[in-house]
């Protein structure tokens, strides 16, 4: 059986895949949705690894990374890709958001989002030494 952090980073690679592949079929919504489960499923791995219990069940990206301990190491650029992501968990489900919401969301801007999540879960799988 995989350990808890393989688990979270097995996750988030197969995110990885569904996220490029709703890219492709431009439904950039649903895509912003995975790439946020991928951040989050990436900091799981890390609260697993330090904590050494099962994370918190919890969407909250910037809890994750305080939780992570690793919050304090993230670049400006990366902290703002949690800000960015954090609606698309929650306010992209409900009506009331999901259509101003699906209007930002631009080929160009997504095809950015989806290149700096898989740039984060790389920058997590290194602090994990993976």
């Known amino acids: 059986m995989l350990d808890k952090v393989e688990y979270w980073l097995d996750l988030a690679d197969d995110d990885v895949n569904v996220s490029k592949s709703l890219f492709e079929k431009k439904h950039y919504l649903q895509m912003g949705f ?11 791995a890390i ?5 050494h219990e099962v994370p918190p069940k919890t969407h909250h990206l910037k809890k994750l990374a305080v939780k992570a301990e690793i ?11 949690l800000e960015d992501l954090s609606p698309l968990q929650i306010e992209a489900r409900y009506p009331e958001y999901k259509e101003s919401l699906a209007k930002t969301l631009t080929a160009d801007y997504c095809k ?3 290149k700096e999540t898989e740039e984060f879960l790389c920058f997590v799988k290194k602090e994990l030494g993976k």
């Open 34 to 44: 995975f790439c946020h489960l991928i951040v989050e499923k990436a900091l799981k």
């Open 47 to 51: 609260v697993a690894k330090v904590t």
């Open 71 to 81: 919050h304090d190491k993230l670049s400006d650029k990366q902290l703002t890709l």
């Open 112 to 114: 950015q989002l989806l």
